[in-house]
C-alpha cells in the first residue's frame, strides 16, 4: 500500500504555489499558500528535522544579536 507524507504533500504544494508568477496571484490565493505553509511548519515542528532548523535558527539569532552590541 502508498501512504503519502502529508508534509512531503505540502511542501510539493507550496513550491508548486510559489513558481507561479507574482503578477498571477490574487489575495485570497496568497492567504492560501500562507496558511499552507502554516500548516506545513506545524506538521514539520515535532519532527527531528524541524528540531534541528529551530536550533540553527536560534544560533543564528543569538549570532546577530551578539554582533549587534
Known amino acids: 500500500m502508498l501512504t503519502?507524507?502529508?508534509?512531503?504533500?505540502?511542501?510539493?504544494?507550496?513550491?508548486w504555489r510559489l513558481k507561479r508568477r507574482t503578477e498571477a496571484r490574487s489575495r485570497s490565493d496568497e492567504k492560501l499558500t500562507a496558511?499552507?505553509?502554516l500548516a506545513l511548519g506545524v506538521l514539520i515542528a515535532p519532527?527531528?528535522?524541524g528540531q534541528g532548523i529551530v536550533n540553527i535558527l536560534?544560533?543564528?539569532?543569538?549570532?546577530?544579536?551578539?554582533a549587534g552590541r
Open 4 to 15: 503519502i507524507n502529508v508534509a512531503v504533500l505540502l511542501a510539493v504544494i507550496v513550491v
Open 47 to 49: 519532527t527531528p528535522a
Open 35 to 37: 496558511v499552507i505553509v
Open 58 to 66: 536560534g544560533q543564528l539569532a543569538s549570532g546577530v544579536t551578539q
